[in-house]
């Protein structure tokens, strides 16, 4: 049976279908919001899967180019391949308000996939994939506290937006996404113009109304459409004997956790737990199967020792108060001949931040269903080797985890950058590189990046620096923790990271194991966490107060440009032959933009200055008195073809060649190939230019009137250098038209004008006969006779 259900939700209709599609799966839901239509389907597997002790969740986001009327570019047309980055965020969005609300000790598989089979490009579907899997689990038979739903809130105008639009979201100051229950929030991820934290609040509470409301409606939909939820298999542990273990051996693992240095305390802690585990075996007679919880017993006995130090006493593993900081350093400047680095350590956290500088072809290009064929001019890649936590393990590809920490890290640093600057037209690409990890790389990324961008002599709006906040609670005392290690953050409810700069929050990320936290411990977060950022950008100031005042020496210098747009063909030549030959004479990189905007890079800045002079010349628009210089590519006998900017041949007539001198030919002054100096002298109706070369060349021996012409060839050549007779010509006799032809191999004396016996078509050269008029087995073909006085070295000569 088909089941629908629709309502009204931030001035958009949300709807919802179930029955129609998808029916084998455990629970599928159709979603619509405008235009667009997402698939989530919920699946559980029928057994648990042995051996593990986490729950085997795995959410999946699925691209179609179909769904807005596009064939995939490149050469894989099928796609399905690996997920986008888009992709991967939105999966990772879906997954985090998810996992913390099934039942704990479960194990099994649970899989969630979305699709997007239908886009409306003004309205963004990341969150609605969190929706359409909220609702698939609220009709599905899998064991699940939900429902959950998702929202994006944005502040326009100074109101806050929910679905703002894409148009809305461009002008908007904030971009959070939030997601949770009817009870509490579980997920945040947000983008924003360094705004207040009370604003942040504010936006919080606003998207969790409106969760509130979605998730009554999702309650409707489950009620007519649900499916009975299915009884899991729980994974446990014995709860008595943790609690035996936890309270006789509390002080004997609290002398082995307190000590700052985590090897040390994990090797400490190591060696209890091995001895925990063989005293408390040896309690259980040999073949009972009680002696399997020993293990997770003391696990958890470890575990809950140190959140009651935290949350009862406030002591934490390293000795630190709640509210402190680990040892803070930055470095930049670190690393020879790359454009810029930084290195920042918090503790036993380093990371370090390299930055690369390109033109704009270097930007990154993107082709998801919501960014189709956009230039992504700066970009932050994260990489987490194993030996930065003392492990080893084969090196693969990013993972979700790396996607998610780049991506977040990239854009804490996104409102500060001169991205929209034109005086600024770089490509940015930071590399953030973990050597050492005890907690929160991410936010050291986004902190090595500052000084990495600032050592290039980015001018940055401001410096940006973040911080991990880490929650604790016994369900009613809350301890808020700040910059949190990894001890904190495993046996912790909560990872809150905080990025901004001294005049506000530019990211926000939040993950929880717990329900839900209420709103006003994550206000208290924000609090705490500004405090500590302004701290973490204090030591960054001391480091570098503010971006070089030069680019780095080992970065591109830029020259910009502005030509007509008509004229981009001019540079670039045909199969981009003249911007080839441009970049290798000049050791440049050019980049051409569509709006005929020309960025030149270069080391030096003669090479730009050259590049620079070539593109004007080739791009200059022909008007009366302009000068330039120019090739001769052809002599005729009116005059030479000089070759002019964009491409073209113009004509220096040869009475204007020298001023106050009359030639015969131009070939008595030039030859092909030489560079001469000439102006525009007029353009007719037709656009043919003609051009003069008097006065302009001084240093020319032969134009500047400092030698005598060459000698013309010996003979009068009349009309075109010599009386030929009928057409002109000069004294030979062609017979009919002027000479005693003889066939087509007879003496004409060559095409030149002058008198030789060229001997058929092609001169010196033996061609063998033609035919045999004289009936003597061949004519005068390929004798060497040429006739006349000709230089063998003169300009014309015959075909060959």
Do not use: W
């Amino acid at each position: 049976m088909i089941h629908t259900h629709s309502f009204e939700i931030g001035g958009q209709t949300l709807s919802l279908e179930s029955g129609r599609v998808a029916k084998q799966a455990g629970g599928a839901v159709l979603l619509g919001m405008g235009d667009s239509v997402l698939l989530g389907t919920a699946t559980m597997s029928k057994s648990a899967r042995p051996g593990i002790d986490f729950l085997p969740l795995v959410c999946d986001f699925e691209e179609r180019k179909y769904a807005i009327g596009k064939i995939p570019g490149g050469f894989m047309k099928r796609g399905g391949g690996r997920p986008s980055e888009k992709a991967i965020l939105i999966c990772r969005l879906t997954d985090r308000p998810l996992r913390p609300l099934f039942p704990k000790g479960m194990r099994n598989d649970v899989q969630v996939i979305t699709m997007a089979m239908a886009v409306d490009k003004n309205i963004p579907f990341d969150v609605l994939a969190i929706n359409a899997a909220g609702a698939a689990l609220a009709v599905s038979d899998v064991p699940f506290a939900g429902p959950v739903a998702g929202v994006r809130v944005g502040y326009v105008n100074d109101e806050f937006v929910v679905f703002p639009t894409r148009e809305q979201i461009a002008e908007s100051k904030l971009d959070l996404v939030v997601a949770g229950h009817k009870g509490a929030i579980s997920m945040v991820e947000a983008g924003a113009s360094e705004v207040s934290e009370e604003l942040m609040v504010e936006a919080l509470q606003v998207g969790h109304k409106a969760i509130q409301q979605i998730c009554k409606e999702f309650e409707k939909f489950a009620k007519k459409a649900g499916k009975e939820k299915r009884e899991p298999v729980i994974s446990g542990y014995d709860e008595e004997l943790a609690k035996e273990i936890f309270k006789k051996e509390f002080k004997k693992i609290s002398g082995a956790l307190f000590n700052p240095d985590k090897a040390e305390r994990e090797a400490a802690l190591g060696v209890i737990e091995d001895e925990l585990k063989e005293k408390y075996s040896a309690t259980f007679k040999e073949g009972d199967e009680g002696v399997k919880d020993v293990p997770a017993a003391v696990d958890r006995a470890i575990k809950d020792t140190i959140r009651k130090n935290v949350i009862k006493d406030g002591k934490r593993p390293d000795g630190r108060d709640l509210t402190e900081l680990r040892d803070l350093e930055a470095v930049a400047g670190l690393l020879p001949r790359v454009h810029g680095s930084g290195l920042f350590t918090r503790g036993q956290t380093q990371v370090m931040t390299a930055l690369t500088m390109g033109l704009p072809k270097d930007a990154q290009k993107i082709d998801t269903l919501d960014e189709e064929d956009e230039d992504k001019r700066y970009m932050h890649f994260y990489n987490f080797p194993p030996y930065s936590v003392g492990e080893t393990r084969m090196l693969r590809g990013p993972g979700r985890r790396e996607v998610g920490h780049g991506a977040l890290a990239e854009r804490a640093l996104l409102p500060v950058l001169p991205l929209d600057d034109p005086d600024f037209p770089y490509t940015l690409l930071l590399h953030s590189e973990v050597l050492e990890s005890n907690g929160s790389t991410s936010m050291a990324s986004v902190c090595g990046s500052t000084l990495a961008l600032m050592d290039a002599g980015v001018p940055l709006k401001a410096a940006v620096a973040g911080i991990a906040m880490g929650l604790m609670s016994d369900g009613k005392t809350f301890r808020v923790l700040t910059d949190i290690q990894g001890v904190e953050d495993f046996t912790g409810d909560m990872d809150f990271k905080v990025s901004g700069t001294r005049d506000g929050i530019t990211a926000l990320q939040l993950d929880t194991k717990l329900d839900g936290i209420p709103e006003e411990v994550l206000s208290a977060a924000l609090m705490q966490a500004k405090d500590a950022r302004f701290e973490i950008l204090d030591v960054i100031d001391a480091e570098l107060p503010a971006p070089r005042e030069e680019l780095a020496a080992t970065a591109p210098r830029i020259t910009a440009i502005q030509i007509n747009p008509e004229k981009i063909g001019a540079i670039i030549g045909p199969g981009g032959s003249v911007i080839r030959k441009m970049t290798e004479e000049t050791d440049t990189e050019i980049d051409v933009q569509q709006d005929g905007r020309i960025l030149i890079a270069s080391d030096e800045g003669t090479k730009a200055a050259r590049a620079v002079a070539m593109i004007k010349e080739l791009t200059a628009e022909m008007e009366v008195g302009l000068e330039f210089a120019g090739e001769v590519t052809r002599l005729m006998g009116r005059g030479a073809m000089v070759s002019m900017p964009g491409g073209r041949d113009g004509m220096v007539p040869t009475d204007r060649l020298i001023d106050g001198k009359k030639l015969n030919r131009p070939d008595d002054a030039l030859k092909v190939g030489e560079t001469i100096n000439v102006v525009v002298a007029e353009i007719d109706g037709m656009g043919r230019v003609n051009l003069s070369a008097a006065g302009l060349n001084p240093e020319h021996p032969i134009l500047s009137g400092t030698e005598e012409p060459r000698e013309s060839p010996a003979f009068e050549r009349g009309g075109r250098g010599g009386d030929r007779g009928g057409r002109g010509g000069y004294d030979r006799d062609r017979g009919g038209r002027g000479g005693d032809r003889g066939g087509r191999g007879g003496d004409r004396g060559g095409r030149g004008g002058y008198d030789r016996d060229r001997g058929g078509r092609g001169g010196d050269r033996d061609r063998g006969p033609r035919r045999d008029y004289n009936n003597d087995g061949g004519n005068d073909s390929g004798n060497n006779d040429k006739g006349g006085d000709e230089d063998v070295n003169a300009r014309f000569r015959p075909r060959r």
